[in-house]
């Protein structure tokens, strides 16, 4: 069942992981058979000019709204994320923007600081 946009930002607020972190079945299948990204794969990808960056999620949470993954070389706080997304990437005042980290327990890459991006376009 997709996620609405309100019970996202409140389930983000509650830091509510079981109720975020849900694919729809055909996504978590495609999901489980990825191979598994290394420290090395990301750092070729994604760091050759800059020490951060964006991408759409090859494998999106079920939720109303686009969700990308910010990749960084170091970690940076939640107004540095929202800095990079309007300077860099182009997000604006009027799009709704909330951010997620999943807790150190629940990561699936491990080695890798990155944090969940979800937009409403406006």
């Known amino acids: 069942m997709t996620l609405v946009w309100s019970e996202l930002v409140e389930a983000i607020a509650r830091n509510d992981t079981d109720l975020i972190v849900r694919r729809t079945p055909s996504v978590e299948s495609e ?23 964006l991408v759409i ?3 999106p949470y ?15 706080e939640e107004v540095e994320v929202r800095w990079l997304l309007k300077e860099k990437y182009g997000v ?5 923007v909330v951010l997620y980290e999943n807790p ?15 937009v409403r376009w406006r």
Request: negative net charge; aromatic residues 18%.
């Open 62 to 76: 079920d939720v109303e709204a686009d969700h990308y993954i910010l990749w960084m070389r170091y970690y940076v």
């Open 92 to 96: 604006d005042e009027r799009d709704e």
């Open 31 to 53: 999901y489980d058979q990825a191979p598994t990204l290394t420290r090395e794969m990301i750092e070729r990808e994604y760091f050759m000019r800059d020490d951060y960056h």
């Open 104 to 118: 150190v327990g629940e990561r699936s890459v491990t080695h890798t600081r990155h944090w969940h991006v979800f």
């Open 57 to 59: 999620n090859p494998y």
